[in-house]
């Protein structure tokens, strides 16, 4: 792959990494020649760039000095110290801040992570423009000017830019595994329905990837904390207000897929506020806009509920963040099936099963199997009693079962009135048609009762 100028992904990557940098765990010396100021009440910036570092300072130069060698100087670098184990990071900062007037930085007294970072950064944000930099990512050399000539044209409130994936190997290794490089598009007017999908579809909408006019964010209430939390569920409702967008035909950042903070990681409470504040504004969208195409829709919910299950698979071997992204100790196998529970309760949640049909249940089955990290004996003392115990028993047992015994336990799954949404009754109609009128006959009037509570459940959505 060869990127523009001619430059190979390799030595882009080399370049963005390690290229020509100053090392700020040393002292600055100053103001260096090449170094720049925004003298207060003077002159304000295009962009501002937010960061959050957290202890590991690995990457922490390579970050930095990826602005730095921007072409675009237009900038402010806003940086929020969130250790609570080491002075280094803080060290790096105020060397940095000393070599170059444009670097600011601030201090928090406990980790707040990312999202709740960037709520707090932009409280201090000057720039025209926002956007976000992961202390162990990078921008690409020229990002930002082809950014700025953008802006200059269209005045987008959102711009959205494809990315390269990299693995961060130690020392100078850098591994790349990829580029998201998309088709350059405009949206300014017409459908925000389509847009959403065609974003969707086009680049990793949902991570660091944009840039946002900070007027309008402040207009619609997006801090990327709340109510709308970080870039999954703020960018999905961005999309739906924004009057203009533009797509980027270019790679603007470099991820570092393997040093992330959160990646692996279960958020507590998050079917709420990332994957059901996502469908809230995708559903809102689609009904404000009367948008009919079936398979964009699908798309659009799949996307969703893909993450939302596969989160899952992190609550149920107990790897868990709170909301400021800090471990959370001694998740016990209770706390994971009452977790479980509440978030299939959610009318959110209940409402992409029903659209994803069988294959939600069976994509929730395989993701909660991950329980199975603990003992089974464990695991059915600790769910007995549950309105989950039904599901548990299929997860655990499924292989074993015969085809009616899983049939019966999807039917007690279904009659559990927690389950309002009727989770699982597509697989309940696979497997019932499978078994025979025999083994649905022996189900009595739990059979009549399952059909009774989803008829009643599709009228009631039907109204919705």
Request: some cysteine; overall charge negative.
């Amino acid at each position: 792959m060869e990127e523009a100028g001619g430059r190979s992904a390799e030595d882009m990557l080399e370049h963005i990494y390690f290229g020509e940098q100053r090392d700020f765990s040393k002292g600055s010396g100053g103001m260096a020649d090449d170094g720049r100021a925004w003298p207060e009440g003077v002159e304000t910036p295009l962009f501002s760039i937010m960061m959050a570092v957290y202890n590991d300072t690995s990457l922490l130069n390579a970050a930095i000095n990826s602005c730095l060698r921007q072409t675009c100087t237009s900038w402010e670098l806003l940086i929020l110290d969130n250790s609570d184990r080491s002075g280094e990071p803080w060290e790096m900062i105020q060397n940095a801040m000393a070599y170059d007037g444009r670097i600011r930085g601030f201090r928090s007294e406990r980790n707040v992570g990312w999202a709740k970072g960037s709520q707090v950064l932009l409280g201090h944000a000057r720039g025209a423009y926002v956007t976000f930099l992961s202390a162990d990512d990078c921008l690409c050399p020229g990002a930002m000017l082809r950014i700025q000539e953008e802006i200059g044209k269209n005045h987008p409130d959102v711009v959205f830019v494809g990315n390269v994936f990299t693995n961060y190997l130690g020392g100078r290794e850098v591994e790349n595994l990829g580029v998201v490089w998309p088709e350059y598009r405009l949206y300014a007017g017409g459908s925000r329905s389509q847009a959403l999908v065609e974003i969707m579809k086009s680049v990793y909408y949902n991570s660091m990837f944009h840039y946002e006019k900070r007027s309008f964010l402040e207009e619609h209430g997006m801090d990327f904390f709340e109510p709308y939390y970080g870039d999954c569920a703020t960018m999905t409702y961005a999309i739906t207000k924004a009057e203009s967008i533009v797509v980027l035909d270019m790679a603007a950042y470099c991820l570092t897929m393997n040093t992330s903070q959160t990646a692996g990681n279960y958020g507590a409470s998050s079917q709420d506020y990332v994957f059901g504040s996502q469908w809230r504004s995708a559903k809102a969208l689609f009904q404000r806009e009367g948008y009919e195409d079936v398979d964009g829709m699908h798309y659009v919910t799949d996307r969703i509920f893909q993450n939302y299950v596969a989160s899952l698979k992190n609550l149920c071997i107990g790897r868990w963040r709170d909301r400021y992204m800090n471990p959370m100790e001694g998740v016990t196998l209770p706390d994971i099936l009452e977790e479980l529970g509440d978030s299939l309760k959610g009318d959110d949640i209940g409402e992409l099963f029903f659209h994803m049909g069988s294959s939600g249940f069976h994509a929730l089955v395989k993701n909660v199997a991950a329980i199975k990290f603990y003992p089974e004996k464990e695991i059915r003392d600790a769910v007995r009693g549950s309105w989950v115990e039904p599901l548990l028993k299929l997860v655990l047992g499924r292989r074993r079962m015969s085809p009616e015994e899983r049939l019966e336990s999807i039917c007690d799954f279904l009659l559990k009135e927690e389950n309002a949404w009727c989770i699982g009754i597509y697989a309940f109609q696979e497997w019932a048609a499978q078994c025979g009128e025999e083994a649905c006959r022996l189900l009595g009037d739990r059979l009549e009762r399952v059909l009774r509570k989803y008829q009643e459940m599709t009228e009631r959505y039907g109204g919705s």
